[in-house]
Structure formats: structure tokens, C-alpha cells
């Protein structure tokens, strides 16, 4: 069993449609993340929060808009979407405190589908 | 700058051992991880070896890195078809909050 929880599992949403992904984790991480992964292929990084602010955006395109409420719950907000956005978007967490071994863990992913 | 580099299959036979390799670009990487997906799922983080060590055993696994080389490879000792996943290299990046992951070795183990 993972300890990031990401809901829900599976959305289908049309490309006017507003959503949201959540993620949580009671690990104590002070860093949270969001990837986008295409099938067959690595994660690709799009946000990182730490101690619960933005530190990295990926150059990644408005629609999609992060949100922090606190240290354990990260919120993915999506909004007109486009078919391409279509994939499996995965939360992972991590210790945050800078140097030193900090393994990231995921959540099992929500596979997104823009119709 | 930062790259990893994966060969994208391996076929095994279950009951052999599977050997995964890894080759990375960036010298001042001080944890290499190796993380498994199964289908569906999310990145199941197996093990981690930090650079001044050579070789890192846990159960079946055995890490071996070659830092001269920039070489990392995960044997998988006795593989059953449970393994049958994607294995991703991945290492920390410069920047304390990125890690940069390899493109993913698919794993088949035949019956």
C-alpha cells in the first residue's frame, strides 16, 4: 500500500469541464510534487512545493493550477483542458529539508481522459 | 547536463537473474534510486545507493555502481513474473527537489 493517496483513480472529464486531483500524504514530507507520465514513459516533473510553497514550475501551461492548502494535501485544479493532456498524473512526496537522501514516494496516479 | 540512460527491454526466464543497467552523465549525483511500476500503478521506490558505496544488497536485489564509469546496474536475483514491470534509474539531481529518471527498462519474465 502506498502512503500518497491521490484521488479519485480515474477521471474523464470534456475540455470545458472544470476538475481538481488530490493528494495526500501523513508522512511528515515537507515537499510535494506533481508529474505528468505518458505511457511507457518516465514522469515528467511539473510542480514542486516546498514547505508548502511553489519552488518549481515547469514551464507548464496555465490550464493547470497547483495549490498547497498544507503540508500534507496537494491539489491539482484543471480547466479546459486539451486531448494531449490526457495521462496518468502522479503526486509524490519527500522530506524536503535540502541535502542528504530524500527519496520520493508516489501515489498510485489519476488516470486523466479529455474527451 | 543532467541525463540517464536505460536500455528499453529485457526478456528473462523465470527462476534466472535479471540484470538492469543504467548509465547516468552528472558527476556530483549523490543518490541513484531504482524505482519499479507495475501496469496501472504508481513508482514503487526498491532501493537507493548512495555514491561512496560500490554495491548495496537487499534480499534479492543487488545494487552495483561503477562512479568511475557513471554505471549503475540492479540484479535481480531468482526473478519470478511478479517482477514483470517497468524499472526506472533515477538520479538526484543538482537541485535538492528534482530527480532525474531514466527512460525505464520494460522487465518480461517468461514462465
Known amino acids: 500500500d502506498t502512503e500518497v493517496t491521490q484521488t479519485p483513480k480515474h477521471l474523464v472529464m470534456g475540455m470545458t469541464n472544470k476538475k481538481s486531483l488530490k493528494c495526500e500524504q501523513h508522512m511528515g514530507h515537507r515537499a510535494m510534487y506533481w508529474y505528468k507520465q505518458k505511457a511507457k514513459k518516465p514522469p515528467e516533473l511539473m510542480f514542486v512545493?516546498?514547505?508548502?510553497?511553489?519552488?518549481i514550475n515547469e514551464s507548464v501551461p496555465s490550464r493547470f493550477s497547483p495549490e498547497c492548502p498544507n503540508s500534507s494535501l496537494l491539489n491539482l485544479h484543471l480547466h479546459a483542458l486539451q486531448p494531449e493532456d490526457s495521462a496518468l498524473y502522479l503526486c509524490a512526496s519527500s522530506q524536503g529539508q535540502g541535502q542528504g537522501n530524500q527519496p520520493q514516494h508516489f501515489g498510485d496516479g489519476t488516470r486523466l481522459s479529455i474527451l | 547536463g543532467e541525463d540517464v540512460e536505460q536500455s528499453l527491454f529485457l526478456s528473462v526466464r523465470e527462476g534466472d537473474s535479471s540484470v538492469i543497467n543504467c548509465t547516468y552523465t552528472?558527476?556530483?549525483?549523490?543518490?541513484l534510486y531504482w524505482y519499479k511500476q507495475e501496469p496501472g500503478a504508481g513508482l514503487q521506490l526498491l532501493t537507493y545507493i548512495f555514491s561512496n558505496m560500490d554495491m548495496k544488497q537487499d534480499q534479492r536485489l543487488t545494487v552495483l555502481l561503477n562512479k568511475k564509469d557513471k554505471h549503475l546496474s540492479l540484479r535481480i536475483a531468482d526473478t519470478q513474473t511478479g517482477d514483470s514491470a517497468i524499472y526506472f534509474c533515477?538520479?538526484?539531481?543538482?537541485?535538492?527537489?528534482?530527480?532525474?529518471f531514466g527512460p525505464g527498462t520494460s522487465l518480461s519474465v517468461i514462465p
Open positions: 533515477a538520479e538526484k539531481g543538482t537541485s535538492y527537489d528534482k530527480v532525474i
Open positions: 552528472d558527476s556530483s549525483s549523490t543518490y
Open positions: 512545493y516546498s514547505y508548502e510553497k511553489l519552488s
